[in-house]
């Protein structure tokens, strides 16, 4: 399967702690996109990478996030002293621009529980 | 800026019933628009999308969507419903990249679609 996995599928975490995800995109895709999911609601973009450029961050990401894309291929998503309020599904996406659409697929997600 | 607004956050339906989920959106330039789908604890999966070709996009599944750019509406349809369309179907929107109107999708709340025998 060549689809856009992410790592792990499960998290819970006690509030305060740190906690790291990751995400594989398709070999081919040169953007890669997080989302964030609260229940009840459509996922809200938080940052996205062409290559290993962070290109736009999101007001959603706050200063104890952190994303990284260092080789253009896999990324990790940071969250620093987790909070209640951080627990979610994160999802990571990914798209290989053509034209001028931004088709992008998605990995199963990340749940993440703060206690 | 760019926004989507999905009408009805549930929809009930009956097996071999017509499925119609609402979606109007804004948009300042070109809209691209999605619908995709997403199974309980799963991510999402796309359905279909408009790219500014024809105005009637047919995806899998049997869904299908009109863009009606003097309603702002991109509605999802499906003639008949089946038990396994039970799930939650997300509208978005996105900028022409050209224009640098941001490459993020932007989502709707979603619509649970729920089908009885």
């Known amino acids: 399967d060549t689809g856009v996995s992410q790592d792990p599928r499960h998290k819970i975490t006690k509030r305060g702690q740190n906690v790291t995800f990751r995400c594989d995109p398709i070999?081919?895709?040169?953007?890669l996109y997080w989302y964030r999911q609260t229940l009840g609601q459509g996922p809200e973009f938080l940052t996205y990478?062409?290559?290993?450029?962070?290109?736009?961050k999101s007001r959603l990401l706050s200063d104890r996030f952190s994303a990284e894309r260092p080789k253009g291929s896999f990324s990790t998503l940071e969250i620093q002293r987790t909070e209640q309020g951080d627990s979610a599904m994160y999802l990571c996406?990914?798209?290989?621009?053509?034209?001028?659409?931004?088709?992008?697929?998605f990995g199963p997600g990340t749940r993440l529980t703060v206690l | 800026a760019q926004s989507v607004t999905q009408l009805g956050s549930h929809v009930s339906v009956s097996e071999g019933a017509l499925v119609l989920l609402r979606c109007n959106y804004s948009s300042s330039v070109p809209p691209y628009l999605f619908w995709y789908v997403q199974y309980p604890n799963q991510g999402l999966q796309l359905l279909l999308k408009?790219?500014?070709?024809?105005?009637l996009v047919k995806g899998i599944n049997g869904f299908e969507a009109e863009f009606k750019k003097s309603e702002t509406s991109f509605h999802l349809t499906k003639p008949s419903a089946h038990m396994s369309d039970a799930a939650e179907y997300f509208c978005a929107v996105s900028g022409d990249l050209g224009n640098q109107a941001g490459t993020a999708l932007i989502f709707g709340k979603g619509t649970t679609l729920s089908v009885s025998s």
């Open positions: 990478f062409q290559n290993e450029a962070q290109l736009e």
């Open positions: 408009y790219t500014s070709a024809a105005t």
């Open positions: 996406a990914s798209s290989l621009r053509t034209g001028g659409y931004n088709e992008q697929f």
């Open positions: 070999s081919e895709h040169n953007r």
